[in-house]
């Protein structure tokens, strides 16, 4: 199955080397660089949803956190799964997803790409709770 997903991380090593991952896995893959970019993106009439974001938390600008509570205000994707993909551990943190309805929570430090790629697709391919 090939799947739409969306890379918002600021750190432009990062998000090429996770595009390429998923690219090179068949997935179609679009980056953003700000929380402003995804919501952007998202609010394009002409945009079909991605079937997961994986976001980071600290980003100069609009941080994680507020873009997906934006997109949760604003019910821009309902049928997207929302993924953290930060070095951002902290129980206060996993706790503040949870709260967002966040549907996956990885940490960089401790995933390789390989793993961040299967994460998703096991995500994005679970049963709706």
Do not use: C, W
Not at 2 to 22: E, G, Q, S, T
Not at 101 to 108: P, T
């Amino acid at each position: 199955m090939i799947y739409r997903i969306y890379l918002v991380d600021d750190d432009k090593f990062l998000l090429d080397l996770y595009a390429v991952k998923f690219k090179n896995s068949g997935h179609d893959v679009y980056s953003f660089a700000s929380g402003e970019e995804l919501l952007a993106a998202l609010h394009k009439a002409d945009t079909k949803d991605p079937d997961a974001i994986l976001v980071d938390l600290i980003m100069p600008g609009m941080g994680g956190f507020e873009a997906i509570e934006e997109i949760r205000k604003e019910n821009l994707i309902p049928h997207t799964k929302i993924i953290i993909l930060s070095n951002q551990g902290q129980d206060s943190d996993i706790e503040r997803a949870k709260q967002l309805a966040a549907d996956g929570y990885i940490v960089k430090a401790s995933a390789i790409p390989s793993e961040v790629l299967a994460e998703t697709v096991r995500t994005i391919e679970a049963a709706p709770e």
